[in-house]
């Protein structure tokens, strides 16, 4: 089954921790991508990555780091600078080079206790 | 700077009455603009991007470079197209997408 996958669906944080979010995609797509769903904000970009090996910030990167160390594979970490980071959280890929069709994952929603 | 703006929140509207979900843009670039969607407990998918012009679902949008907009148009509005829309942002050669805040459409039998 082609796609992308997220994981944990629900997530906790405490305070000063730093948590990681895992998105794995399959459709061996070059790009991938970080989405920050808040309401009545739309999705605002955090971290995109065109190839592996190399990402670049999106508006809202800080608080925020990733790695690309494979392909398939997108990580994002939450760490305790993120002062607020109570969200929703998408991971997306596309094929290549320009403005492509986004594939979306389910997403992960990130709670502070 | 790249900015899109969907100015409603919300959209109400009765079955078989037509829709337009209104999207602005500010791009300096030659732009690329998608429409997504996100139906109930589904993931984000795309409904359609205007280089295509296509018709989905019943749905077309129309790229207005004077006006800077590509608004979302349907002429008979189906209950099961109740859902949230996004417009999307692309620059020509760039991989950075930009959404609106979206619009949530609600048909009413």
């Known amino acids: 089954d082609g796609g992308i996958t997220q994981s944990p669906k629900y997530l906790f944080r405490k305070e000063g921790q730093n948590v990681t979010l895992s998105c794995e995609q399959n459709?061996?797509?070059?790009?991938m991508y970080w989405y920050r769903q808040d309401p009545g904000q739309g999705l605002r970009l955090i971290y995109y990555s065109q190839i592996v090996n190399d990402f670049q910030k999106g508006d809202i990167a800080e608080g925020y780091s990733v790695s690309r160390e494979k392909k398939e594979s997108f990580p994002l970490t939450v760490t305790s600078a993120q002062k607020n980071p109570t969200a929703f959280y998408l991971c997306a890929s596309s094929k290549g080079t320009g403005a492509e069709k986004l594939f979306f994952g389910s997403g992960t929603q990130l709670s502070v206790l | 700077a790249q900015r899109v703006t969907q100015p409603e929140k919300l959209l109400s509207v009765f079955k078989g009455a037509p829709v337009e979900l209104k999207c602005n843009y500010s791009?300096?670039?030659?732009?690329?603009l998608f429409w997504y969607v996100q139906y109930s407990r589904q993931r984000l998918q795309l409904l359609l991007r205007h280089i295509s012009r296509e018709s989905i679902k019943g749905f077309t949008a129309d790229l207005n470079k004077g006006e800077t907009s590509f608004h979302l148009k349907k002429p008979f509005a189906q209950e099961e197209d109740s859902a949230m829309y996004y417009c999307?942002?692309?620059?020509?050669?760039?991989?950075?997408?930009?959404f609106g805040a979206g619009t949530r459409l609600f048909v009413k039998a």
């Open positions: 791009y300096s670039g030659s732009p690329e």
């Open positions: 459709l061996n797509h070059d790009a």
């Open positions: 999307a942002l692309s620059g020509t050669g760039g991989f950075k997408t930009i």
